[in-house]
């Protein structure tokens, strides 16, 4: 039986298919906590993911997100919303083989990738759809990714020039593409040739994907109403 949300304090795994989706979502509130003057306005849209018109601002969201994590998010998900004991623990044992651990409701880890690889690999699909007039044009294209890498100052260096290089091979580029990974924020500003790390607190990160649960659980309830 597929989960059913039928009311606003819903606590179980949210559901496989919903009517906003919940990574979109959470993208849209960490750019606005990152760059509210610039991404305040955003609304989740199609194609991209999301839009500011009136800015001619459009966001395509993606992820690069190593298959351990990947793993470890799926168990969460049932461990989230198992009672019973024994099955919770015989889960909790399969996270930390994978390398994240619970403590107190909470899945830390595993530990991120040191390589950009799957970023850049998912970099040159949203430029080749970019590319492909499958999305709304807009004046300004933005691109979020939410990854799992671990990245030192020299990699964040390289990395500037790496995704320079990628878009070369493109007529329509991204001007800004924010990668999201645990604990921060890496702005690469492509238009203007710099990048920024900006620290996100576990607090920050839990409250913005709370919010973004919320959103998506009356969303739901409308949808139902």
């Not at 199609?46 to 470890?72: F, H």
């Not at 099955?87 to 994978?98: P, V």
């Not at 990628?166 to 203007?192: G, H």
Request: aromatic fraction near 12%; charged fraction near 30%; hydrophobic fraction near 40%.
């Amino acid at each position: 039986m597929g989960r059913i949300i039928d009311s606003p304090q819903y606590s179980g795994v949210l559901p496989t298919h919903t009517r906003i989706d919940f990574w979109e979502c959470y993208a849209q509130n960490v750019l606005a906590f990152i760059d509210n003057e610039v991404y305040g306005d955003l609304t989740i849209a199609d194609r991209p993911d999301l839009q500011d018109v009136t800015k001619s601002l459009g966001v395509e969201v993606t992820q690069a997100i190593s298959n351990a994590s990947q793993q470890a998010e799926a168990l969460y998900a049932l461990y989230s919303e198992e009672t019973d004991e024994k099955e919770k623990k015989r889960l909790k044992a399969r996270i930390e083989r994978i390398g994240a651990t619970v403590h107190k409701g909470f899945m830390f880890g595993p530990k991120g990738v040191d390589s950009f690889s799957l970023v850049n690999d998912a970099v040159i699909k949203k430029l080749e759809k970019l590319n492909s007039g499958s999305y709304r044009d807009f004046d300004h294209a933005h691109l979020f990714v939410r990854s799992d890498i671990y990245a030192d100052c020299n990699m964040l260096a390289e990395e500037l020039f790496t995704f320079l290089d990628i878009s070369e091979e493109y007529t329509k580029q991204y001007e800004r593409i924010v990668v999201s990974v645990p604990s921060f924020n890496y702005v690469f500003n492509l238009k203007e040739k710099d990048y920024e790390q900006l620290p996100f607190l576990p607090i920050d990160q839990r409250f913005i994907a709370e919010k973004a649960r919320q959103v998506v659980i009356d969303a739901e309830l409308d949808l139902r109403s």
